[in-house]
């Protein structure tokens, strides 16, 4: 069966400073990382060699379950990724907005809630991106419920239902 290119592709499609912002995150976890040495002999190959890698890591345990390495890595890379670039573009910075939206609802604070949708209402509206204008249409419906069974209903229901 022939090796998979996805992980190198992966690997060398990384910009100097993505490479260093994954390893700088890396280590931040102690212990010693299979993946990271995967990363480094990948990193250094000009055409993907899995046979070559599996020869230099002969010697270690984790060459016996090299593919699922081999996908954890490949999940990690993308994971920095996504850290990295979190604040490039305002797609990315909304869906910030609403992962801390759905954290604070869960943990039931709902005024902090509030004025994180409040402010990413304005910022969705400002750049026209109206599909999470109408995801955090319906948190503050949400937060619209809590407030009136806690009998803080400051808001009318009609007003919301006019600006959806």
Same mark, same amino acid.
């Given at each position: 069966?022939?090796?998979?290119?996805? /992980? =190198?592709?992966?690997? #060398?499609?990384?910009?100097?400073?993505?490479? @260093?912002?994954?390893? /700088?995150?890396?280590? &931040? #976890?102690?212990?010693?990382?299979?993946? &990271?040495?995967? =990363?480094?002999?990948?990193?250094? #190959?000009?055409?993907?060699?899995?046979? /070559? %890698?599996?020869? +230099?890591?002969?010697?270690?345990?984790?060459?016996?379950? =090299?593919?699922?390495?081999?996908?954890?890595?490949?999940?990690?890379?993308?994971?920095? &990724? @996504?850290? !990295?670039?979190?604040?490039?573009?305002?797609?990315?910075? %909304?869906? #910030?907005?609403?992962?801390?939206?759905?954290?604070?609802? @869960?943990?039931? %604070?709902?005024? +902090?809630?509030?004025?994180?949708?409040?402010?990413?209402?304005?910022?969705?509206?400002?750049?026209?991106? !109206?599909?999470?204008?109408?995801?955090? &249409?319906?948190? +503050?419906? %949400?937060?619209?419920?809590?407030?009136? +069974?806690?009998?803080? =209903?400051? @808001?009318?229901?009609?007003?919301?239902?006019?600006?959806?």
């Amino acid at each position: 069966m022939k090796a998979s290119t996805e /992980l =190198f592709d992966l690997v #060398q499609s990384l910009t100097k400073s993505e490479k @260093r912002f994954f390893k /700088l995150t890396s280590s &931040l #976890q102690s212990g010693e990382k299979n993946y &990271l040495k995967i =990363f480094d002999h990948i990193e250094k #190959q000009k055409v993907y060699d899995e046979d /070559l %890698l599996k020869h +230099e890591f002969r010697n270690e345990t984790f060459v016996k379950h =090299f593919p699922s390495e081999k996908n954890h890595l490949y999940k990690l890379i993308l994971k920095s &990724l @996504r850290s !990295f670039h979190s604040d490039k573009t305002i797609s990315s910075i %909304l869906k #910030q907005e609403v992962k801390n939206i759905e954290i604070l609802y @869960r943990k039931a %604070l709902f005024a +902090e809630c509030n004025k994180f949708v409040t402010r990413a209402k304005k910022q969705a509206i400002m750049h026209e991106k !109206f599909y999470y204008w109408f995801e955090l &249409l319906g948190w +503050e419906k %949400l937060l619209l419920e809590e407030a009136y +069974e806690a009998g803080k =209903f400051d @808001r009318n229901l009609d007003e919301l239902i006019i600006e959806e």
